[in-house]
Structures are given as structure tokens and as C-alpha cells.
């Protein structure tokens, strides 16, 4: 009888709370945010891997825990549904959602794990806090439903590898001595990329669609884009001499090059 009273609560305060709105502080906890009544005092308690703390009611001493962030675990989860007297699934703002009460040495504890989706990028947040009185449950509810998780930040876009050619792209010095040097630069930088394991061929002339796939066919290194069809002639200098030595180890080395 006891037991379904609690459901019976439990139930009762979702659907009291689902529309419910407090004035009250918003804290923050890195990974999203909640809302409580100035009642309450917040202590941030830890870890490094994730936002811990609690909000302890300052006339009782009633105590809530949250365990938030992406190193957080998830408290309640579907694997603890037959230890639990109650388990639900439900959702808190379009967020995943899943809320059970089970049992601790000195009595019972409710349970809230929000956002946590294997399928997201959203870190899992947790609520719990010891059951003494049946009002504990709806208190609790009072302040877990709040939360709101933040969208993950995008991510940044890769950057583009950097051409290795040194000429510049500007009509500059096209002597004999000048295309000699830019020459010489280009095999110089060819011979230090593959001393490193950089193996690629750079490409100019008529832009086109370059992707993993796209390999040079003499030596199926790939390819790099470097140059439109507008350069100097310094600049192709170099890009050639710097694909020749690249065809000229690939000829002594032939195969895909060990990393």
C-alpha cells in the first residue's frame, strides 16, 4: 500500500511539475543549468571530471546531490529497473529522461539521470536525494525538472593543410638564378617531409574535387592542392622540383611508403 502511494506521488508530481515554474536562482553546472528557491545553499564539491555539489535546505537540512558532466555516469539506468520499487522513463524538456527510487542501507533514495544518449553529444546529468518523508520526493522533483542541459558546442572545423611551397604566388623575379633557388627550396622541402613520413604530391592548375580517395598516379601518394591556375613561375618551379624528388624516392622506394 505504501509503495503505491509513492507511485501514485511520484506521477502525480510529473504532471503538476511538467508545467511548474518557481522563482528561484539558476545555477549553473557547466553542462547545463537548474533552478532552486532562494531556500537552498549551494555547494559546489567537486571532481575534475565532472560538476558535483549539493542544495541543502537552510530550515530542515534537506539535501539534494547532483553529479554532472561527461565523466558523470549515469546513476539511474536501465540496469537497475528490477532493484528499483519504481522506474520511469520520461522526459524533462524533449530531453531522455529516467527517474527510480531503490533502496539504500538506511532507507530509500529517488534518482534522476537526465540527457544521457549514447546517440548525443549531451552529458549525462544526475540528481538524487534520500527519502525520510514523502514530501522529499516532490521537493526533489521541485528542482530536478528544471534542468535544462546546454547544446554542445560545434566543433571547430579542421584546418586546411598548409601548402609547403615558399615562392610567392604574385608575378615576383623570374630570373634564372631566382627559379634555381625556388627549385633547389622545393627538392630541400621534399627531402625533409619525407624524412618526416610526409609523402603527398602537390597540385596546381585547374581547380578540381580533391578527397582521401584521390591519389597521384605514379606513386599513389595523395594529392595537394597548392595553386590555381595563375602562378608564377618561381612558384611551379618549386612545386616541380618538389614532386620530382617525391618521384624520384617513390622510383628507389616503390610501394606505399612505411609509416
Known sequence: MKSLFIKTLVVSCFFLLSGFSVLAGT???????????????????????????????????????????????????????????YFRKHSIGGLPVITGIEAIPDGKRI????????????????????????????????????YQAKSPAPARPEKPEASPLKSPQLPADDSPQTLAAAAKMGAETAAADIKAGTFRILEYGEPRQITEDTKDPQTGYRILPVAGCKVTKTLRAEADAYNQAMRDWHAKNPGPPKP
Not at 553542462?31 to 530542515?60: I, Y
Not at 546531490?65 to 549515469?74: L, P, S
Not at 537526465?114 to 546517440?119: C, I
Not at 534520500?130 to 516532490?138: L, M, Q, S
Open 27 to 85: 545555477y549553473d553546472v557547466g553542462s547545463g543549468t537548474f533552478t532552486a528557491s532562494d531556500e537552498f545553499v549551494f555547494k559546489h564539491t567537486g571532481t575534475k571530471d565532472s560538476f558535483a555539489g549539493t542544495l541543502t535546505r537552510k530550515s530542515d537540512g534537506f539535501t539534494l546531490y547532483f553529479d554532472i558532466g561527461k565523466m558523470a555516469g549515469t546513476q539511474m539506468h536501465d540496469g537497475k529497473k528490477d532493484q528499483c520499487t
Open 111 to 146: 534518482v534522476t539521470t537526465v540527457a544521457y544518449d549514447p546517440k548525443t553529444d549531451l552529458d549525462p546529468a544526475n540528481f538524487w536525494v534520500a527519502i525520510h518523508k514523502d514530501t522529499d520526493i516532490a521537493d526533489f522533483l521541485l528542482i530536478a525538472t528544471t
